[in-house]
């Protein structure tokens, strides 16, 4: 095995890469602690086995456009996005993506680099709505005088 084998077979975020076509191609074992699907139940899927069916259709127009232009638009940007377990539980995960690309510029894949951000996604929304909350409170002391 290969240094950069040993290295995506030993990392602890889970490393995916889907063919121009959207094929599970490499899932290592961080993915499969993730996610809940084997190496093998992975390889040869479509992405939407880890997407709610929700976004599916949003996801497949900017990944057939990825594919088309060569480009993303999201370069070193940490993405957070709800993802789908095997046992069909929802939950939320960060993560960056990058192009695997052939010298001649021609896109041989697209990777990704995820993690549980579950915790973090909850904390900020309940923030968020407590914000909301005050806000609202703060509005209506404001009227009452």
Same mark, same amino acid.
Request: neutral net charge; proline residues 3%.
């Given at each position: 095995?290969?240094?950069? *084998? ?9 490393? $995916? ?10 899932? #290592? ?15 040869? @899927? ?19 456009? $990825? ?9 070193? @940007? ?27 510029? @021609? $896109? *041989? ?12 996604? #909850? ?7 407590? $914000?909301?909350?005050?806000? @609202? ?9």
């Amino acid at each position: 095995m290969s240094m950069y *084998e040993r290295v995506v077979r030993g990392a602890a975020d889970a490393i $995916v890469l889907a063919s121009p076509d959207g094929k599970i191609e490499l899932w #290592n074992p961080a993915a499969e602690r993730l996610f809940g699907f084997t190496e093998a139940e992975a390889l040869g @899927q479509p992405l939407d086995i880890v997407i709610p069916e929700k976004y599916r259709e949003r996801h497949w127009a900017g990944f057939r456009e $990825v594919m088309r232009t060569g480009k993303t638009h999201y370069g070193d @940007q940490v993405l957070r996005v709800p993802a789908l377990r095997k046992d069909g539980s929802r939950f939320s995960i960060a993560f960056t993506v990058g192009l695997l690309q052939k010298t001649d510029g @021609q $896109v *041989e894949g697209i990777f990704a680099v995820m993690r549980d951000d579950t915790e973090a996604f #909850n904390t900020h929304k309940a923030l968020r709505d407590r $914000v909301k909350e005050l806000e @609202q409170a703060l509005e209506g002391a404001k009227a009452k005088r």
